[in-house]
């Protein structure tokens, strides 16, 4: 690779690692390639290596000197990353690298978002596999696939191929936090069959957009406060209805069930004259949302433009209040708050897509909850909507939380460790986002000794999501000193 932009960067490797997995497209279900890649380095590295059916890679390293009888240690993080950009900025995910670029203390893509989540973690354990200078115990490197659309790597994988019972997941996002439990989740799809009838006319066609918003991940910003562009379409289109007379054409807002939404747009028919009230309405419904949303997302932006799109087929009247009352009334951002840990969210849910489709217009709901039963009282709580406005709900990519176990060894290394380096305790924490060690609990029927730890990342899941290079330096020598202290 030529034309490095992070070859300065200390530590050599991690960061020449992170930057070639930045050239290979790997979103979610495009993990062929960078599967591959970690394959390859295996084998170049004369080291054992299992790629599955799922492109789950597993890399072994026998352990060094001195730390043959320590136990096995299984470092793990995810292949795939989330792909959204900005709405101007040309980029196939598909073939095209990213463009990374470094600004003052942080690790950015152009335009893009980084895939630091979770493409640290992976750098990080081939930085530890290339080296013939840290000492360890035996390590297993564990690259899953497809975490961030349902975790469907890790739900695929072979207990039998990890013989660790140990394991160091680098999918945390804030450095001096360690997490030792999180919440469960699955995600529920919504679907409204549609009528359509021919439009009328007299009525022209415009387009109705929401603009501007933040975004976020659902799981660890859903407590921002931040707006839904999905839930805010609901809003606006219920004033409308009692102010003009108008047909839906066409809904579709978000890309990413796990992405709090920034964006959606309407296609609507109504007469021409009406064009100046809708006009005078919205800019009152803008006005009235900034204000709620001034302290956190306060950049709500509401377009109303023609559109060239010619339009023969709107939505019957029953249809459009079904799909209007659906997005009002659905439950939307935090549902409970723990009462065993102050500040940590206990449910939540967040409307991250919804499609017009051929045969009705799909609504994608991400649940999440630290709960078991809480998560299925939520998911029963859009079964019921959805069934009184004539719907369909069916259950995707469920998967477990993880529990906090009072016993952890490696809890307590990283803690020692930590305050070895910082001279301070760090932070034992819950998460209310999904994490892979859930799944790895329960597939090792809970004999798996877990932490999660990571360097800063920030604005994870949106175009402005960067990485702060001095904490993944910290972080890398966390890890280096946790490995050397397994004995």
């Known amino acids: 690779m030529t034309n490095r932009v992070l070859k300065d960067l200390k530590p050599v490797e991690l960061f020449r ?19 591959d890649y970690l394959v390859s380095f295996a084998k170049e590295h004369n080291l054992e290596v299992i790629q599955d059916e799922a492109l789950n890679v597993i890399i072994k390293k026998k352990a060094t000197a001195g730390y043959e009888n320590s136990p096995s240690i299984a470092i793990q993080g995810h292949m795939d990353m989330v792909c959204e950009k900005e ?21 950015y893509a152009t335009g893009t978002t980084l895939g630091a989540d979770n493409g640290i973690a992976v750098a990080m354990g081939l930085a530890i596999l290339a080296s013939n200078e840290i ?78 918003l933040k975004g976020g991940h659902s799981g660890m910003e859903i407590d921002k406060g931040r707006a839904n562009s999905n839930k805010l379409m609901g809003r606006i289109l ?17 890309s990413k069930h796990n992405a709090i939404p920034r964006e959606a747009e309407v296609i609507l028919l109504t007469k021409p004259e009406n064009k100046a009230e809708i006009q005078k309405k919205l800019a009152e419904l803008e006005e009235t949302l900034k204000t709620e949303f001034r302290t956190s997302d306060s950049g709500i932006k509401i377009e109303f433009t023609e559109a060239a799109a010619v339009v ?54 991400s649940v999440r909850s630290s709960v078991r039963s809480l998560k299925m009282e939520l998911y029963n709580r859009i079964v019921a909507l ?36 910082y001279g301070k305790d760090a932070e034992i924490d819950a998460i209310h986002a999904g994490l892979e060690c859930g799944l790895f609990g329960e597939k090792f029927n809970g ?29 890398w020598e966390l890890l280096v000193e946790a490995l050397k202290a397994v004995k």
């Open 17 to 35: 690692y992170f930057e070639e997995l930045s050239q290979i497209p790997r979103g979610s279900g495009n993990e062929k390639e960078v599967s």
């Open 87 to 107: 709405a101007d900025v040309e980029h196939d995910f598909t073939k095209e690298p990213l463009k990374l670029r470094i600004v003052d203390d942080a690790v």
């Open 135 to 212: 000492a360890h115990p035996t390590i297993e490197l564990v690259c899953t696939t497809s975490e961030e659309t349902g975790m469907d790597g890790a739900t695929a994988l072979d207990p039998k191929n990890v013989g660790s019972r140990i394991l160091i997941n680098i999918d945390s996002e804030e450095e001096g936090k360690f997490l030792v439990s999180c919440a469960g989740g699955l995600t529920a799809k919504t679907m409204i069959p549609v009528t359509t009838v021919e439009s009328e006319k007299d009525f022209s066609t415009y387009s109705l957009k929401i603009k501007g």
């Open 238 to 254: 219920k004033e409308l209805t009692s102010t003009v007379e108008f047909r839906m054409a066409s809904i579709n807002g978000g």
């Open 312 to 365: 023969n087929k709107v939505f019957s009247m029953q249809t459009q209040n079904s799909i209007i009352n659906y997005l009002y009334l659905l439950l939307d951002g935090v549902n409970s708050m723990s009462m065993d840990i102050k500040g940590l969210v206990e449910s939540s849910l967040n409307l991250g897509v919804v499609t017009t489709k051929d045969n009705g217009v799909e609504f994608i709901t």
């Open 386 to 421: 959805a069934e009184l406005l004539g719907g369909s709900v069916s259950q995707e990519a469920g998967y477990p939380e993880w529990a906090y176990n009072p016993n952890s060894k490696i809890r307590t290394i990283f803690q020692e460790t930590f305050r070895k380096i």
């Open 447 to 475: 004999e798996m000794d877990m932490i999660s730890f990571g360097p800063n990342l920030y604005d994870v899941h949106t175009p402005n999501e960067h990485m702060i290079i001095s904490s993944v330096q910290r972080s």
